[in-house]
């Protein structure tokens, strides 16, 4: 085997220093990343009934108002019909925590004294109260940070609404500004590029509001039919999470799954257990290629990185636009190298002819 030269290691030295250079500046900016990356995911679904009101001789700033005023009433309506519902079934799930507890406190018991560990007198211990003392104002900033997140997140959303609005009233500047530094058949590809996609993302919203609102009600009809508490925050919870594929399920089923195996026989957590996998199965089948219309072939495990990899740039946010931003990816993958390919098989098949 040859060994590596210093002429290979030096690249391998400035490959891992541009990699660590490019994490960090996309750590840094990773804000702006997110807030115009969504503004343009949006923009290019409402693209769609936008255009169709102008093409009907409704002013197009005027029309992009229409949309925005009933995408944004469509959410607030949602919120305003889960809230109470959530809110009564979580002070609910509060109520009996206090049972919750003294059973995990009684699990606890019986796992430690298998393991000869003495629960009862370690809260005496000066080591665990040292712990405690030193967590509490690491408690106290993490509220502080909810507190700052929340404001952040309202001035993000309002960012994302006005970028929204500028971008639909007059999208062509910006398309003629992504465009024109090309030449004629790199400015074709990307044409078909943004038609492929705007189609896609449309598809994509669609689906995927199908696939929450199919998530939820089959996770509320299966729980309530056990009859498991909370089942309709738990379907919510499930619902959301769809938007993350392939982990979503895994992910709803945590808390559920949870709470049953402290608070109920064995028999109850298989139930549990039983929905959760079904309704994994469906979204991985059923779910997953509606959602995408087959425009995302991509396997799962690379699909599962790119989500974790985004997660951890970008949050929770990052993970819910992975599947879009990988077709996308696909499809440029597609135009500007498969394409390109077949094209010049095809020719060199005629040549050998």
Same mark, same amino acid.
């Not at 229409?66 to 809110?87: D, E, H, K, R, Y």
């Given at each position: &085997? /040859?060994?590596?030269?210093? *002429?290979?290691?030096?690249?391998?030295?400035?490959?891992?220093?541009?990699?660590?250079?490019?994490?960090?500046?996309i750590?840094?900016?990773?804000?702006?990343?997110?807030?115009?990356?969504? #503004?343009? $995911?949006?923009s290019?679904?409402?693209?769609?009934?936008?255009?169709?009101?102008?093409?009907?001789?409704?002013?197009?700033?005027?029309?992009?108002?229409?949309?925005?005023?009933?995408?944004?009433?469509?959410?607030?309506? #949602?919120?305003?019909? +889960?809230?109470?519902?959530?809110? /009564?079934?979580?002070?609910? +799930? *509060?109520?009996?925590?206090?049972?919750?507890? @003294?059973?995990?406190?009684?699990?606890?018991?019986? $796992?430690a004294?298998?393991?000869?560990?003495?629960?009862?007198?370690?809260?005496?211990?000066?080591?665990?109260?040292?712990?405690?003392?030193?967590?509490?104002?690491?408690?106290?900033?993490?509220?502080?940070?909810?507190?700052?997140?929340?404001?952040?997140?309202?001035?993000?959303? $309002?960012?994302?609404?006005?970028?929204?609005?500028?971008?639909?009233?007059d999208?062509?500047?910006?398309?003629?500004?992504?465009?024109?530094?090309?030449?004629?058949?790199?400015? *074709?590809?990307?044409?078909?590029?943004?038609?492929?996609?705007?189609?896609?993302?449309?598809?994509?919203?669609?689906?995927?509001?199908?696939?929450?609102?199919?998530?939820?009600?089959?996770?509320w009809?299966?729980?309530?039919?056990?009859?498991?508490?909370?089942?309709?925050?738990?379907?919510?919870?499930?619902?959301?999470?769809?938007?993350?594929?392939?982990?979503?399920?895994?992910?709803?089923?945590?808390?559920?799954?949870?709470?049953? $195996?402290?608070?109920?026989?064995?028999?109850?957590?298989?139930?549990?257990?039983?929905?959760?996998?079904?309704?994994? @199965?469906?979204?991985?089948h059923?779910?997953?290629?509606?959602?995408?219309? /087959?425009?995302?072939?991509?396997?799962?495990?690379?699909?599962?990185?790119?989500?974790?990899?985004?997660? &951890?740039?970008?949050?929770?946010?990052?993970?819910?636009?992975?599947?879009?931003?990988?077709?996308?990816?696909?499809i440029?993958?597609?135009?500007?190298?498969?394409?390109?390919?077949? *094209?010049?098989?095809?020719?060199? #098949?005629?040549?050998?002819?």
């Amino acid at each position: &085997m /040859k060994s590596l030269s210093r *002429k290979d290691l030096i690249f391998a030295g400035i490959v891992l220093f541009l990699v660590i250079v490019c994490a960090k500046f996309i750590a840094i900016i990773n804000s702006i990343l997110i807030i115009g990356a969504l #503004a343009l $995911i949006f923009s290019t679904i409402l693209n769609r009934p936008v255009s169709a009101l102008a093409n009907k001789g409704c002013n197009r700033t005027i029309a992009t108002f229409i949309c925005l005023f009933l995408f944004f009433g469509f959410i607030i309506l #949602a919120t305003a019909i +889960i809230v109470p519902q959530v809110s /009564k079934e979580s002070k609910a +799930i *509060k109520k009996n925590f206090p049972e919750f507890q @003294q059973k995990l406190e009684a699990k606890l018991d019986v $796992i430690a004294e298998k393991e000869g560990i003495d629960i009862k007198h370690l809260e005496d211990n000066a080591f665990v109260k040292d712990k405690i003392q030193k967590a509490l104002p690491h408690i106290l900033s993490g509220a502080t940070k909810v507190g700052v997140s929340v404001v952040g997140c309202l001035v993000h959303t $309002i960012v994302i609404i006005l970028l929204m609005v500028y971008i639909l009233c007059d999208p062509k500047p910006l398309i003629r500004g992504f465009l024109d530094p090309w030449n004629f058949e790199v400015k *074709k590809t990307l044409r078909r590029c943004l038609l492929r996609i705007e189609k896609m993302l449309f598809a994509w919203a669609i689906g995927l509001c199908c696939g929450m609102l199919c998530m939820f009600v089959l996770t509320w009809l299966g729980l309530s039919l056990i009859g498991m508490e909370g089942a309709f925050l738990f379907a919510i919870i499930a619902g959301f999470m769809n938007i993350i594929p392939t982990l979503g399920p895994f992910l709803a089923a945590i808390l559920p799954v949870f709470i049953t $195996i402290v608070t109920k026989p064995i028999q109850f957590v298989v139930y549990v257990l039983i929905i959760y996998i079904g309704m994994h @199965q469906i979204e991985s089948h059923v779910m997953t290629p509606l959602i995408m219309k /087959k425009q995302l072939d991509i396997h799962p495990m690379i699909l599962i990185l790119a989500i974790l990899v985004m997660f &951890m740039f970008f949050g929770m946010v990052g993970a819910f636009i992975t599947a879009p931003v990988m077709a996308i990816v696909s499809i440029a993958y597609e135009e500007f190298v498969i394409v390109p390919r077949k *094209k010049q098989e095809k020719l060199k #098949a005629k040549l050998d002819i």
